[in-house]
T-cell receptor
Framework: DAGVIQSPRHEVTEMGQEVTLRCKPISGHNSLFWYRQTMMRGLELLIYFNNNVPIDDSGMPEDRFSAKMPNASFSTLKIQPSEPRDSAVYFC????????????FGPGTRLTVT | AQTVTQSQPEMSVQEAETVTLSCTYDTSESDYYLFWYKQPPSRQMILVIRQEAYKQQNATENRFSVNFQKAAKSFSLKISDSQLGDAAMYFCASFGAGNMLTFGGGTRLMVKP
């Protein structure tokens, strides 16, 4: 299996622009997670989906952030409008419904907002 | 709510020696899982080892082992025969109610040749 796939790997954008991060989970995994990693706040869970349904989005910082999972093989995290403080590494992870709760992480997207 | 604390921001070890990274957690769940993840400079998060809370036996994966003290809510990682490739950030994490994985702040491990 190719593992969790994220694109782009790097994104540089100007403040005010819309940014869309993409994730393809491992086939057969039914849970998908979006995390943000910064030096100041470490790893934070933003939102997670179970069977394509958003379960907990309490970690989404504000209304500028939105996430969708239209099908079992694709999810997006959108920031509109982006701000410099959104600069971070964004990880997508997925897990298999066998009860061991192990999450498999993608390589991350490094976002820089200037 | 779950909390995970890693009290050592940085650790160093001589190549081939043994090092122990500390982690404490707090949870109200009776059934939960604990993990150690490694994040090398490539920033890929890699699962190192997993411990089910209901198991008394400490998990072991090759050179990596844990010391799980459930009553003390302690979950330390021991790396034996340290190698240069072990240099990375190590994150302790707990998984419990609500399908949530809570991470500690991380420990940066340096391996000296």
């Amino acid at each position: 299996d190719a593992g969790v796939i994220q694109s782009p790997r790097h994104e540089v954008t100007e403040m005010g622009q819309e940014v869309t991060l993409r994730c393809k989970p491992i086939s057969g995994h039914n849970s998908l997670f979006w995390y943000r990693q910064t030096m100041m706040r470490g790893l934070e869970l933003l939102i997670y989906f179970n069977n394509n349904v958003p379960i907990d989005d309490s970690g989404m910082p504000e209304d500028r952030f939105s996430a969708k999972m239209p099908n079992a093989s694709f999810s997006t995290l959108k920031i509109q409008p982006s701000e410099p403080r959104d600069s971070a590494v964004y990880f997508c992870a997925s897990s298999f419904p066998d009860g061991n709760y192990e999450q498999y992480f993608g390589p991350g997207t490094r976002l820089t907002v200037t | 709510a779950q909390t995970v604390t890693q009290s050592q921001p940085e650790m160093s070890v001589q190549e081939a020696e043994t090092v122990t990274l500390s982690c404490t957690y707090d949870t109200s769940e009776s059934d939960y899982y604990l993990f150690w993840y490694k994040q090398p400079p490539s920033r890929q998060m890699i699962l190192v080892i997993r411990q089910e809370a209901y198991k008394q036996q400490n998990a072991t994966e090759n050179r990596f082992s844990v010391n799980f003290q459930k009553a003390a809510k302690s979950f330390s990682l021991k790396i034996s025969d340290s190698q240069l490739g072990d240099a990375a950030m190590y994150f302790c994490a707990s998984f419990g109610a609500g399908n949530m994985l809570t991470f500690g702040g991380g420990t940066r491990l340096m391996v000296k040749p």
